[in-house]
């Protein structure tokens, strides 16, 4: 079974400062590991994954995230904050499999103030 | 290419009635997922259709049932609605990569209302 925790369901930043949205995932297998993005009134926008190849993942728009099994962590960033960035976001497990079951966490809406 | 879209986008019903909500997967994917989102929650996994066949089942009852058709499109059933049955409804679709389903592309979604 896999569960997500993402600490923290609202994060506020100033434009041009550090993106750090945490996300903690419980997983009986190896995880496939990801983090969406949801604008007001629309669906979810994958912005990286991570699949056991490099453990520091880029993506979309300048975001990116390192897997820590140690931790147990994969924590999103991005080092300046645009507007643009304001939006729900979304860290998911699967433990891959033939079905590939996504689970969600309960979000990090993130602010970001001019 | 076109992406995964839904249909309706909102919808109202009443208590008791019955819904379906619709879903056309991106061209070339065998593989749709369906996902309730309450508001203010992450989605939670509804069920996946693979190949016209259900697999693999989250934790809903029985009212919620689905359809997958030959070229892929999907349906969602959900009888008997109940008040927390208000939800934006995703659909996701994907295809097989080696080793399991690949990665998954969701549609814009259904806002359900339930009075």
């Known amino acids: 079974a896999q569960s997500v925790t993402q600490l923290g369901s609202h994060v506020s930043v100033s434009e041009g400062a550090l993106v750090l949205l945490r996300c903690n995932y419980s997983s009986s297998v190896p995880p496939y590991l990801f983090w969406y993005v949801q604008y007001p009134n629309q669906g979810l926008q994958l912005l990286l994954k991570y699949t056991s190849a490099a453990t520091l993942v880029k993506g979309i728009n300048g975001f990116e995230a390192e897997f820590k099994k140690s931790e147990t962590s994969f924590h999103l960033t991005k080092p300046s904050a645009h507007m643009s960035d304001a939006a729900e976001y979304f860290c998911a497990v699967t433990g891959g499999g033939s079905n590939y079951k996504l689970t969600f966490g309960k979000g990090t809406l993130l602010t970001v103030n001019p | 290419e076109t992406g995964v879209t839904q249909s309706p986008t909102h919808l109202i019903k009443t208590r008791g009635q019955q819904v379906t909500l619709r879903c056309s997967s991106q061209?070339?994917?065998?593989?749709v997922s369906w996902y309730q989102q309450a508001l203010g929650q992450g989605p939670q996994f509804i069920f996946q259709y693979y190949r016209e066949e259900e697999n693999g089942r989250g934790n809903f009852p029985p009212r919620f049932s689905g359809l997958q058709f030959p070229n892929y499109s999907s349906e969602l059933n959900v009888n008997a609605l109940e008040l927390d049955d208000s939800a934006l409804y995703l659909c996701a679709s994907s295809t097989d990569v080696a080793g399991g389903i690949g990665e998954q592309f969701f549609g814009p979604g259904t806002r359900l209302t339930v009075l």
């Open positions: 061209s070339g994917h065998n593989t």
